[in-house]
């Protein structure tokens, strides 16, 4: 069975050469221009969409429209069309490749579960050169589809799914738009500033996206906003500061960050939402990083009845760190 083959691996000749395409029951159901976005790597939408107004693009010798569902055993004639050369990837480090391997908290034949490092990006991009997927592709060669589920912003840590499959992408998907608690919980530990209210335990604040002065993505409370319920317990109390964990009901951009700031107890090391006199007195005490953890993900995963629970230790600096300070 003919396997799409990835842009990096193919020469500028092959470009020009009419390329068949198997498709198997992992990549069925997706709309054929969709899949040919995606094979075709560097080709723009327009031309895209040409090629397969123009009939060149043909499933079972046959012309079809965009909007065509792939079916297992249909096969694409691809034309010859020339594709931008991709880029060479950055190589993963010795030390990264060491940190990722040991970081796999849960491994199927469909999923991956990874314990992100605070730092690293989950994907490249915008002066990023190498991000969490990226390096796993080079990493874990043998794995022909790797794509991430779901996003954790580059200095939060913790657990973050890579689907192994197509057909588990969409089910993991499909569960995170629908939101319901009973296949899917994310809960996170957070160190925040000041003491936490016990009456508080819940933040339920509309929160709208716009952007900041500098350009980048700044979050606020709104009536305007989009609902965004937050659940909170406090775990420890300290002198300064309050561990505390929050779950997400919904899934808003720098939700947790922001619903914590509304409390008036900012996230310690959040340089966009935090005090940043209140980070660098907590860098002497050897916390210098977003103290934010996806600590444990609950998932229900297909043809399961007892839910997948994984849970995700912080590291170990940090974590000693946290130990160190003077409790309230």
Same mark, same amino acid.
């Given at each position: 069975?003919?396997?799409?083959?990835?842009?990096?691996?193919?020469?500028?000749?092959?470009?020009?050469?009419?390329?068949?395409?198997?498709?198997?029951?992992?990549?069925?159901?997706?709309?054929v221009?969709n899949?040919?976005?995606?094979?075709?790597?560097?080709? /723009?939408?327009?031309?895209?969409?040409?090629?397969?107004?123009?009939?060149?693009?043909?499933?079972n010798?046959?012309?079809?429209?965009?909007e065509?569902?792939?079916?297992?055993?249909?096969q694409?004639?691809?034309?010859?069309?020339?594709?931008?050369?991709? /880029?060479?990837?950055?190589?993963?480090?010795q030390?990264?490749?060491?940190t %990722?391997?040991?970081?796999?908290?849960?491994?199927?034949?469909?999923?991956?579960?990874i314990?992100?490092p605070?730092g690293?990006?989950?994907?490249?991009?915008?002066?990023?050169?190498?991000?969490?997927?990226?390096?796993?592709?080079?990493?874990? /060669?043998?794995?022909?589809?790797?794509?991430?589920?779901?996003?954790?912003?580059?200095?939060?840590?913790?657990?973050?799914?890579?689907?192994?499959?197509?057909?588990?992408?969409?089910?993991?998907?499909?569960?995170?738009?629908?939101?319901?608690?009973?296949?899917?919980?994310?809960?996170?530990?957070?160190?925040?500033?000041?003491?936490?209210?016990?009456?508080?335990?819940?933040?339920?604040?509309?929160?709208?996206?716009?952007?900041?002065?500098?350009?980048?993505?700044?979050?606020?409370?709104?009536?305007?906003?989009?609902?965004?319920?937050?659940?909170?317990?406090?775990l420890?109390?300290?002198?300064?500061?309050?561990?505390?964990?929050?779950?997400?009901?919904?899934?808003?951009?720098?939700?947790?960050?922001?619903?914590?700031?509304?409390?008036?107890?900012?996230?310690v090391?959040?340089?966009?939402?935090g005090?940043?006199d209140?980070?660098?007195?907590?860098?002497?005490?050897?916390?210098?990083? %977003?103290?934010?953890?996806?600590?444990?993900?609950?998932?229900?995963? /297909?043809?399961?009845?007892q839910?997948?629970?994984?849970?995700?230790?912080?590291?170990?600096?940090?974590?000693?760190?946290?130990?160190?300070?003077?409790?309230?």
């Amino acid at each position: 069975m003919n396997k799409p083959q990835s842009p990096s691996q193919s020469t500028s000749s092959e470009h020009q050469k009419v390329r068949f395409v198997d498709i198997d029951a992992d990549q069925a159901g997706q709309r054929v221009d969709n899949f040919l976005v995606t094979f075709l790597k560097g080709v /723009p939408k327009s031309r895209v969409y040409r090629i397969l107004r123009k009939g060149e693009v043909r499933v079972n010798k046959g012309r079809v429209k965009p909007e065509y569902k792939l079916k297992a055993g249909d096969q694409i004639r691809v034309p010859p069309i020339r594709q931008a050369e991709a /880029p060479v990837a950055a190589k993963p480090s010795q030390s990264l490749t060491h940190t %990722l391997e040991n970081a796999i908290l849960y491994e199927d034949k469909s999923l991956l579960i990874i314990n992100k490092p605070s730092g690293l990006a989950v994907h490249g991009g915008s002066g990023v050169n190498l991000g969490l997927i990226e390096a796993l592709r080079q990493i874990r /060669p043998q794995d022909r589809y790797l794509e991430l589920v779901h996003r954790l912003d580059r200095d939060t840590s913790g657990c973050v799914m890579v689907a192994r499959k197509r057909s588990m992408l969409r089910y993991l998907q499909d569960l995170l738009r629908r939101g319901n608690k009973r296949d899917i919980n994310k809960t996170y530990h957070a160190l925040v500033q000041g003491s936490w209210p016990n009456r508080r335990q819940k933040v339920d604040a509309p929160l709208r996206k716009s952007e900041s002065p500098g350009g980048g993505r700044i979050v606020r409370v709104d009536l305007s906003g989009k609902p965004s319920l937050t659940l909170f317990k406090v775990l420890r109390r300290f002198r300064d500061c309050t561990l505390v964990e929050a779950r997400p009901i919904t899934g808003r951009t720098h939700q947790i960050r922001v619903h914590a700031q509304s409390v008036g107890c900012s996230l310690v090391g959040d340089d966009k939402y935090g005090d940043d006199d209140f980070a660098r007195q907590m860098k002497t005490k050897g916390i210098g990083r %977003l103290c934010l953890h996806a600590a444990k993900l609950e998932v229900r995963l /297909p043809d399961q009845d007892q839910m997948l629970v994984v849970e995700a230790p912080l590291d170990a600096g940090l974590a000693n760190a946290i130990d160190r300070l003077e409790s309230a």
